[in-house]
């Protein structure tokens, strides 16, 4: 059975950095297109990145772009998210997706079959 678990969460000053960690167990971690996704309180559910199946390619949500990186470590099934340069505007619960099938919008929550329970960053001084 897929399952994700994520990690790393936690409380941050405003510019400081965070990494997430989501932890894939059951499927080859190459097969799959890996996002993350984020949801503040009273918002919507939002894209935040994704790292494409076989790595092809990467995608970003434009408000964390050049401050958010992803990336994959298929040998420990892990995926990764680089926050650096945190604003207050990023606290949300931030999941870790998963999609085995190509779509042209990455941020479509709808196209992830597989879900993490999440885990609370928090930016504040």
């Known amino acids: 059975q897929f399952h994700l678990v994520e990690s790393g969460g936690g409380l941050v000053q405003p510019g400081g950095s965070l990494r997430l960690s989501c932890a894939v167990t059951g499927a080859t971690l190459d097969a799959y297109a890996l996002a993350w996704f984020r949801q503040a309180p009273g918002k919507e559910r939002e894209g935040v990145a994704c790292?494409?199946?076989?790595?092809?390619?990467?995608n970003f949500a434009n408000n964390v772009k050049g401050r958010f990186s992803i990336s994959r470590d298929s040998a420990k099934n892990l995926v990764y998210l680089e926050m650096n340069s945190l604003k207050p505007e990023d606290t949300a619960v931030y999941y870790c997706?998963?999609?085995?099938?190509?779509?042209?919008?990455?941020?479509?929550?709808?196209?992830?079959?597989?879900w993490g329970q999440g885990t609370q960053v928090t930016v504040s001084s």
């Open positions: 997706a998963a999609r085995n099938w190509y779509y042209t919008d990455w941020s479509r929550s709808w196209s992830y079959s597989s």
């Open positions: 790292i494409e199946a076989n790595d092809m390619g990467t």
